[in-house]
């Protein structure tokens, strides 16, 4: 097994779970009614869980740090987050567009991903794969809502949102030099084939939705080697704020 | 000391969450292995990956066998065997249901479309007429509905 190829793409699919976990959670008490409060925060739990498990895996078969300290004791640069989840929550038609886009792709990846040959990856994602379905229905029930069902006001703004969020979403699919190893070797199916079902996928529901696929556009890359967007270095001064005064805090 | 004693000492263990409900019944002990009388290896698995009361269930776990006199407790929390509803008890359901939560329908777990939640039988009156607010209730595990019938709002236990 190509342990640097493996390590790569565990920790890029953690840290945009966890990236994207605090977006999220940036809703709890802020949500437009109070069960979208709850649905973020629930989501935002749900993929804590998912990067803390991934983490797990790391630091068990591949000796890299236990998961508290990949979370919160890190440099910015030496994330590997794409820019897709930094960006801020902004307005609520860009968050749900993006928990949309996220979520097909968790769910086309974690779908695939039960069939990996590395077998504690293949159980993980028998368990990830049933919660994956709640947040794409729920992502995918407002999409339609406010697209198809719902006023010009509410379907121009998710189609702007969509817009707005489409060529950073692409590059949650950026491809790594490691990444034929992977393939070879049937740990992952690689980032062209996961995006090409994630575009079918996506495609479904925007019909549903009455809104438009954007196409023709250069993906927003440069995460994967820890090039960020201004967004992560502050959104980390506060999700580490803790463990920087005190790493061995329990609560 | 049997595998059944065992079980019988974890009815005890109650989820901090739904406290009618035990670790047992919930179908979170995935496998009790009894070495000796002295050693006893339970495998537990999280209702959900991130479920935040898993730790304190774990620790509970290991205390009750210990109470039996288990001098060496070894308590593992996998995904060997992933949890999903169609593992709660009868006597589990019931507890949900004693608890104000409606208990998940069996489902083939291949082929689980979220539609079902639509149809979920109220817990106060038993109607089906009922409504899915929102996938997601105050924890992990529950979802938000309303009943049509007896107009009031109540929370299920989402199939997973």
Redo the contacts between chains.
Sequence with gaps: MNQDAVKDLLVRMADDVLILAHRHSEWTGLGPVL??D??F???A??????A??LYAILHEHFGMPDPDVMAFGRAEADMRSCHFVELPNAEYDFSLVRHLLFDASEYVRWSALRESSFE?LA??A???H??L??HL??AQTWIVQLGSQGSEESKARMQSALNAAWPYALGLFESRSGDADLVASGFFPGEDALRAEWEVLVQGILEKSSLTMPHDHAAVLGGRDGYHSEFLAPLLVEMTEVYRIDPSATW | MTRQEVLSALQSVRDPEIPTISVVDMGIITDVEVESDAHVRVTMT?T?????AIDVMRSDVEAAVRALGVEQVEVAV???V???TNRLTDRGRAALLEHGLAPPEQFD?LT?E?EVLNNVACPYCGSRKTTL??????T?CRS?HYCNECRQAFEGF?P?
């Design positions: 069960e979208e709850i649905a925060s629930s989501v739990q749900d993929k804590l869980g998912h803390q498990a504690p159980k993980l028998h368990k990830i049933g919660e379905k709640y229905y729920h | 999280p959900f990956v991130g479920c935040p996998t995904f060997d992933p949890w999903t777990t689980l979220l607010k929102s996938p997601f209730g105050p992990l938000l989402k997973v």
